[in-house]
């Protein structure tokens, strides 16, 4: 599985594949262990053991880590969480609309616009599943809907595009 970890404003891409770890390109062995009846987990790292108190951020994969007395904030994100992060608009707010593609391949569930409707920042669009989960796209900036590309029932592939949006020159 990939993860995007960040540390101090740094993007670190991490693969994990058993206990082989590949961070930035770089492979090593790694083991993660929960040191029973505390919340504290030992991460060996090739012959390196790091003692670590991970407790949970206000937002979903954020934590705050305490790696051998060191305190550090982190964010940690799948590839899909990342995809649905960046799609659904938590991320930085462009200031023009996107068009709304899919983060990963799925089924539509509902599609909540029209073609010609005024949508808001965050204001969900799409309702997809994938992987056994219903996902709300949402609107990464306001805009209008120019068209609707899917209907509920239909299969998408990743990257294929759902909604394109424009400018709401109205304002």
């Known amino acids: ?36 009846g505390t919340p504290v987990q030992l991460l060996s790292i090739d012959n390196e053991v790091h003692r670590v108190l991970p407790r949970r951020g206000d937002r979903r994969g954020q ?17 899909r969480a990342r995809a649905i992060r960046e799609l659904s608009g ?36 799409v309702v997809m599943e994938a992987m056994k989960m219903e996902n709300e796209l949402r609107a990464a900036a306001a805009g209008v ?8 029932g239909g299969i998408v592939e990743k990257g294929e595009l759902l909604l394109e949006m424009e400018p709401n020159n109205a304002s």
């Open 63 to 79: 934590y705050l880590l305490s790696v051998d007395g060191f305190r550090l904030q982190a964010e940690a994100l799948d590839e």
């Open 1 to 36: 599985m990939k993860y995007f970890v960040t540390i101090a404003e740094t993007t670190h891409t991490i693969e994990v594949n058993g206990e082989t770890v590949t961070l930035d390109g770089k492979s090593v062995r790694a083991r993660l262990e929960e040191l029973s």
């Open 90 to 125: 938590a991320s930085a707010k462009p200031a023009e609309p996107a068009h709304l593609a899919a983060p990963m391949p799925g089924l539509i569930v509902r599609v909540h616009v029209t073609a010609g409707d005024p949508v808001r920042a965050g204001q969900g669009l």
């Open 145 to 152: 809907v120019r068209r609707v590309l899917v209907s509920p």
